[in-house]
């Protein structure tokens, strides 16, 4: 090989050897150094672009214009390299005299004498400064939530990637991560449009930007959902006063052109301690987010055992009863209603009872997560109808009087499109009419995200036929307007209402007064806990339409409410 390099130098001309000489010094970028990488000859452009004359590199190694930018392993792995005797490629990031970086690529190939020894080292380099500038804006760009400026979920991902990788090298500082997501968000896009939700979007992002440390990244991860990993913005604030301050800025009023709008933030948050993985992370996060929503939003949840817990709780109780429908573990039990003016039992309550192979009958309220899965609740839908369609034939077959079933209908139930239309169609099927149902919902339903979804079904359902309560009335605040508005027959008083009126006189005025106002919207009453017979003949002087309680009766099975008597006494 060296003779064939021997000839064709040979062959060369005085004139070519300057031509290629003039070649190399315009484009590449030439140093030549010993075998310890002092530096014994630079060439014109290698001065150019460091800014160093030829006096102050030569004598000196490259760490005169070393970045920073890499690793001792970067250079560890060249010096390998090419101390071995085999030639180095590779992008090299070096400053200039005045502090300014440049990229060069950069090849190093090995001066060996005759007898394979090293003698030192040739680097022949090209600017590609504007390439690695492009390719690094491309990155940035693939990384950036082109609406809001901020890190996209990729550039995200990326972050909380090196932030777990920091924290199992400790710190003075425990980072944490904090997600929220808006509420309220949904229904100004619906009113105001898509514009409107973009202004949103960007203040809230800007926001995000002024609470948190500039190092701290800050993300959208889509939607209305978004994130940031605390580090450094915890060196000068505590966690808590941060959330504090996070929750008082997006209630912040925000103008878009002729109005103006107010969100908050369902905030969830998680210490990191470089234990869990970034998938253990989010999820935490997540729960403790969606914890704050169930709450009632407007609020920040940090993520604990028991939240973990509960999760675990209600992903085995989710997998038992896929078992249970699969095996027909659940039955319907009736609370029978009284009707105040005939004292005859019109109505039945619905109440879903669980025969756990492990831990007996369940109440509904111990196992209330399984109304909260769309799968489930939609797979036990059919077995549900068909035990209505069995239980009132049977109980037609005894000639007992017609009675209404009233069902309490779950938020999964109300924001699920076709909800209504299946439940009609089979009932129908099954030679049942809708106004012989009443679909109990609670006031608690008709608001939080995909609220203005339920509220349409709500009246959908009431066009169909079904008769509609509102469930649980005077337990929390009650917009009015639900009342007036939406297409509500009856009203059902919460039990606490009804605890103290034997014994206090406020109590019970308050409670003629619900009854009277309820009636008053021209809706039929009933009044739910009543337990013995000093409220019961206090409710009944009131004279609502209907009472239910242990004192009528418990919940019952479709068989033992045969054996009811027809009048109550």
């Known amino acids: 090989m060296a003779l064939q390099h021997d000839d064709r130098l040979r062959a060369l001309t005085r004139q070519d050897v300057d031509f290629w000489a003039d070649l190399v010094d315009n484009i590449l970028i030439v140093a030549i150094t010993d075998r310890q990488g002092v530096i014994t000859y630079a060439n014109d452009r290698f001065c150019e672009i460091s800014q160093y004359s030829r006096e102050e590199l ?30 180095w490629r590779g992008n090299i990031c070096n400053r200039a005299r005045d502090g300014s970086l440049y990229w060069v690529a ?3 190939i090995p001066k060996m004498d005759a007898h394979g020894q090293i003698l030192g080292y040739v680097a022949s380099r090209y600017e590609i400064t504007e390439l690695m500038n492009t390719r690094d804006r491309l990155c940035e760009l693939a990384e950036t939530d082109t609406l809001t400026g901020l890190l996209n979920r990729g550039g995200f991902n990326t972050a909380l990637a090196d932030e777990i990788a920091h924290c199992r090298e400790g710190g003075a500082i425990q ?27 960007r203040a809230v992002a800007s926001r995000l930007i002024e ?19 605390l580090n450094r913005t915890l060196e000068d604030m505590p966690l808590d006063r941060y959330l504090d301050r996070l929750q008082a800025v997006l209630e912040r009023p ?21 234990n869990d993985t970034m998938e253990d992370v989010q999820k935490n996060a997540d729960m403790a987010m969606y914890a704050a929503k169930r709450a009632g939003g407007k609020q920040s949840q940090m993520f604990t055992r028991t939240l973990r817990e509960r999760a675990q709780a209600r992903v085995t109780i989710l997998s038992e009863a896929r078992c249970g429908v699969e095996h027909d573990q659940f039955e319907i039990y009736y609370q029978p209603i009284l009707n105040c003016r005939t004292r005859q039992m019109d109505q039945v309550e619905a109440l879903l009872r669980w025969h756990h192979p492990e831990r007996g009958l369940l109440a509904a309220e111990d196992f209330s997560d399984v109304f909260t899965d769309a799968g489930l609740a939609q797979a036990m839908g059919p077995n549900m109808i068909e035990a209505f369609r069995r239980n009132v034939a049977m109980w037609k077959s005894h000639d007992l009087p017609p009675r ?36 109990e919902v609670t006031e608690a339903m008709l608001h939080g995200r995909r609220a203005d979804q339920g509220i349409r079904h709500l009246r959908e359902l009431a066009q169909a036929g079904f008769n509609i309560a509102l469930d649980n009335f005077g337990r929390g605040a009650t917009v009015l ?32 007064s619900l009854i009277e106002m309820g009636q008053g919207l021209d809706m039929e009453v009933t009044v739910e806990g009543i337990e013995n017979r000093a409220q019961f003949d206090l409710v009944m002087a009131m004279k609502p339409e209907r009472i239910q309680g242990f004192f009528i009766s418990t919940a019952l099975s479709a068989a033992d409410i045969v054996k009811l008597p027809t009048y109550f006494d």
Not at 59 to 84: C, E, K, L
Not at 256 to 270: K, L
């Open 106 to 108: 950069t090849t190093i």
């Open 211 to 229: 609470l948190t440390h500039p190092d701290d990244p800050a993300s959208r991860l889509g939607g209305d959902e978004f994130a940031v990993i």
């Open 404 to 439: 209404q079933l009233a069902i309490n209908l779950s938020r999964m139930d109300l924001i699920r499109d076709d909800y209504g239309r299946e439940f009609e169609a089979a009932l129908r099927h099954s030679g049942m009419a809708p106004d012989s149902f009443v679909l």
């Open 254 to 274: 925000i103008d878009i052109e002729t109005v103006t709008v107010c969100v908050a933030g369902s905030v969830g948050a998680v210490l990191l301690d470089g």
């Open 175 to 201: 980072p944490a991560l904090v997600m929220f997501d808006l509420d309220g968000f949904k229904q100004i896009n619906d009113v105001h449009g898509h514009h409107a939700g973009d202004i949103v979007l």
């Open 481 to 512: 307007n639900h009342l007036r508005e939406l297409p509500f027959s009856q009203i059902k008083i919460d039990q606490s209402m009804v605890a103290n009126i034997v014994d206090d006189r406020g109590a019970c005025m308050v409670l003629s």
């Open 58 to 87: 030569i004598g000196s190694t490259h760490s005169i214009v070393n970045s920073g930018y890499h690793d001792a392993n970067f250079f560890r792995d060249m010096y390998r390299t090419i101390g071995a005797g085999e030639l």
